[in-house]
Structure formats: structure tokens, C-alpha cells
């Protein structure tokens, strides 16, 4: 008696190079939406660390709100999204000064177990302002996340 033998059949090329471009078309509208979600999470971080405290002796200007910028590109191969803030003191409301500050590993730490969509507050206020705020960090892990989710979406309805 002869043993069986089975070929498996390769997909088609011509079937995968087209699932290929539609992925690589969707790449940068996909970057544009996370950038996106990181802007308007960075937003409500401040509105929850600065803006909606209670207020001290500084002046709110609002400056910080208007600073904070967020853009997503994709190409063939690779997505980037950048999340940052322009005014100077940014980073001080982010890691907090003098004996509350926070160096980028503490920082990172909170981040790694912040829940999704989750905001970082450690009673920041315009009293107690030597506190850290976060929220370029709990912005960038929400658009990284929401970014991972929706690129796995789009690889299951190409792919499977």
C-alpha cells in the first residue's frame, strides 16, 4: 500500500501583495488617529492635573492646553505617533519638582499598570504645585494601546 500524501497549496501571490497594499494604505490613517487619541488624552490629563484644581497664586493662561501637539505618520512598513508639549515647563508639571519629582523610570512604572484610557493623579493643584501631573505619559500608553487594537482589527479582517 502506497502512504498518503497531502500538498498543501500556497495562497495565491497575487491575493497577499493585494491584502499587503490595502494594510499599507491604512498604515497612515491609522497613525492620524492615534495622534488623535493621544492629543485629546493629553488634554484631559491637564484638565485634570492643572485646569480643574484648585487654584494658587500663578495665573493660569491656559498655554500649556495650547502647547500640547500630537501627529501620526505610516508608511509601507512602519507607524510613529508623537505626543509632546511645547511651553517650557511642560516637563516640570509632568515629573513634578523639588522633593515630589519624578524621574522617567518612577514615571514609567505608574504608566505600566495605569489601566486603558486611564489618567495618572497624585493631587497635583495649583496649591500644591510642586506635585507631578502626567499626562504626555498616560496619553502616549492610551494611543499606543488604541493604536495596537485597531491594527489588529485591521490585520484580522485582511488576513483571516
Known sequence: MKPMTAKVKR???????????????AL?????????TAEIHARRGLMLNVYNTVPGEYERT???????YASGQGNGATL???VGDNANYASLIEYGTGPHEMNPAQLQQHLEVLPKGGLLRFGRTGQAYLLPGPYIGPAI???????????HTLMQSLFL
Open 80 to 82: 510613529g505617533i508623537l
Open 141 to 151: 500608553i492610551y494611543a499606543r494601546t488604541l493604536t495596537r487594537e485597531r491594527l
Open 28 to 36: 497612515d490613517p491609522l497613525a492620524k488617529q492615534g495622534a488623535s
Open 62 to 68: 491656559k498655554n500649556l492646553l495650547r502647547s500640547v
Open 11 to 25: 495562497g495565491d501571490r497575487r491575493i497577499y501583495q493585494k491584502r499587503m497594499a490595502l494594510l499599507q494604505a
